[in-house]
């Protein structure tokens, strides 16, 4: 059984491809740990109880995990790539407006 070789093309899209995936899974990883870890900071900013902090935390981690089968089948409709970049430009919005949160109910 012989293998074709892609051509040097094709192999520097696959690159550029694999790259950006990479990038934007690590930021995916850390902006979900970013939450824990500034917990103390966000907790005094904004005068949270541990109570506060905890329905914060499990109500960011119920939507994540309620999305997983959803994401699924609309990355099945729409495909991968409309996908990504939709959902990175939507979780950049969140993010922004995030940081202008100033209250829990907020």
Do not use: K
């Not at 491809?17 to 995916?28: K, W, Y």
């Not at 824990?36 to 005068?47: D, F, M, T, V």
């Not at 996908?83 to 969140?94: D, E, F, M, R, T």
């Amino acid at each position: 059984m012989t293998g074709t070789q892609a051509s040097p093309r094709v192999r520097r899209v696959q690159r550029s491809a694999l790259t950006l995936l990479v990038i934007a899974g690590t930021l995916n990883y850390l902006d979900r740990s970013t939450l824990s870890i500034a917990n103390p900071l966000i907790r005094q900013e904004l005068g949270l109880s541990i109570a506060d902090m905890g329905l914060l935390l499990s109500a960011f981690l119920w939507a994540y995990a309620f999305s997983q089968l959803p994401g699924g089948a609309l990355v099945d409709r729409v495909g991968p790539h409309r996908l990504l970049a939709g959902g990175l430009g939507i979780w950049s919005l969140a993010q922004t407006a995030a940081g202008f949160v100033t209250s829990f109910w907020q």
